[in-house]
Every structure is written in structure tokens, then in C-alpha cells.
């Protein structure tokens, strides 16, 4: 384990249906970030939160909906979903200011099947 | 622009052979590069990381080539073993307050032969 934690691994839904992917970290970072991983593509981020509060969203459809409650978790709300939203979702935790140069701390994604 | 461009999308070497994976960017205001390792089943992890200041870090068998004017950057693999087989993703960022956004080449897919 990296010290991010991400659920379920696997995720199979149906387009109408509605689902939450779950991110907990406990290493004191104080920003987390949603990436989607396709293939043959690059990292794509799509949601920032910086000290709960959220810094960016990349043009990401409205079906995705991120939520932040605290410092240490992270959610990513899906509804109405499309086949082509199949992927690997990444969440990652980062330490603020300087602290930067530690990097970026992955968990092992949620990997999602739209049906 | 904030794109990192990759080369090549995959790489086979021999056992004990040097690897080399390139990258470009185009923004100058990037004042962090780090490389990242993915394992099948894994989120992608550290490797290893350079400043624009420097042009050359090496920790163990991992060697990144800095080249500022160029806007280039590689990650050289001494004595590349089987274990080293990963898909390697280099990075850049901007400096941005308490969140910094990484923004990813597409990807090196290793393999390296026993």
C-alpha cells in the first residue's frame, strides 16, 4: 500500500446507474487529485482539491461530480455514464508548499466498465 | 501550452542494455520534472525527479538528462533488468500555490528481455 487507498478496485455499472468511487489517504497531504487513465493516452486530470476546497475541473462532464469532505478523503460521484468513461480512475494525495519535490502519492485506481 | 510529448510508445531492450526514454515540453514556466513508474495493477509511483536548474540527476541505475535550451528531457536506465519492465510516464508542473497539477506524457510501455 502506498498510504493512498482507493474503492472498489473494480467497478462494472450500466449507464443509468449511479455509483461512488472512494480515496482516503493518511500521510498528512493537504492536496488529493482525480486522474483518468485511458489507454494509449496521457494522465488526464480531472479534479484539484487544495485544503478541501476545489482549485480546478477540467472541463470533466457533469456526470462526474467530485466531492472533498475532509482532508483525508476523497469521493468521485458518477451518474449517467457513458461506455467511452471506461477507465482507470487515479487518485492522488500531495504535500503542500515546498514539500512538493516528494511527489505525487498514487493509489491503485478504480478500474471502471460502463456497459 | 501545457503538453509533454513522449517518445518512444514502447521500448524493448535487452537485459543489461541501457534504455532511453525522451521527452519534450513547451512551456517554460515548468520548473518541476519527475518520471514515474507504473507497474500493472498500480497506480503510477515516483522514480525519480529533476529542476531545471540542474542538468543531470542519477540515483542507483536511473538517470535523468536535463536540457534547458532544448526543452527536452530523458530518463536513461543503466543495466536495464526484467523488474524494470513498467510503463514510465515523465511529468512536468507549474508552481501554483499548495496544488501542483502534473501534466503527463503519454507513456512508455518497457520491456526488457531476459
Known amino acids: 500500500e502506498t498510504g493512498v487507498t482507493q474503492t472498489p478496485r473494480h467497478l462494472v455499472m450500466g449507464m443509468t446507474n449511479k455509483k461512488s468511487l472512494k480515496c482516503e489517504q493518511h500521510?498528512?497531504?493537504?492536496?488529493m487529485y482525480w486522474y483518468k487513465q485511458s489507454a494509449k493516452k496521457p494522465l488526464e486530470l480531472m479534479f484539484v482539491?487544495?485544503?478541501?476546497?476545489?482549485?480546478e475541473n477540467n472541463s470533466v462532464p457533469s456526470r462526474f461530480s467530485p466531492e472533498c469532505p475532509n482532508s483525508s478523503h476523497l469521493f468521485l460521484h458518477l451518474h449517467t455514464l457513458q461506455p467511452e468513461d471506461s477507465a482507470l480512475y487515479l487518485c492522488?494525495?500531495?504535500?503542500?508548499?515546498?514539500?512538493?519535490?516528494?511527489?505525487?502519492?498514487f493509489g491503485s485506481g478504480t478500474r471502471l466498465t460502463v456497459v | 501550452q501545457q503538453q509533454v510529448k513522449q517518445s518512444p510508445q514502447s521500448l524493448i531492450v535487452q537485459k543489461g542494455g541501457i534504455s532511453i526514454i525522451n521527452c519534450a515540453y513547451e512551456?517554460?514556466?515548468?520548473?518541476?520534472f519527475p518520471w514515474y513508474q507504473q507497474f500493472p495493477g498500480k497506480g503510477p509511483a515516483l522514480l525519480i525527479a529533476?529542476?531545471?536548474?540542474?542538468s543531470e540527476k542519477k540515483e542507483g541505475r536511473f538517470t535523468i538528462s536535463f536540457n534547458k535550451s532544448a526543452k527536452q528531457f530523458s530518463l536513461h536506465i543503466m543495466d536495464s533488468q526484467p523488474g524494470d519492465s513498467a510503463t514510465y510516464f515523465c511529468?512536468?508542473?507549474?508552481?501554483?500555490?499548495?496544488?501542483?497539477?502534473?501534466?503527463f506524457g503519454s507513456g512508455t510501455q518497457l520491456t526488457v528481455l531476459p
Open positions: 492522488a494525495s500531495s504535500p503542500g508548499g515546498g514539500a512538493y519535490l516528494y511527489g505525487y502519492t
Open positions: 482539491y487544495s485544503l478541501e476546497e476545489r482549485v
Open positions: 511529468a512536468a508542473t507549474l508552481p501554483s500555490g499548495s496544488a501542483r497539477q502534473l501534466t
Open positions: 500521510l498528512g497531504h493537504n492536496a
Open positions: 529533476i529542476r531545471p536548474d540542474v
Open positions: 512551456n517554460t514556466a515548468f520548473d518541476y
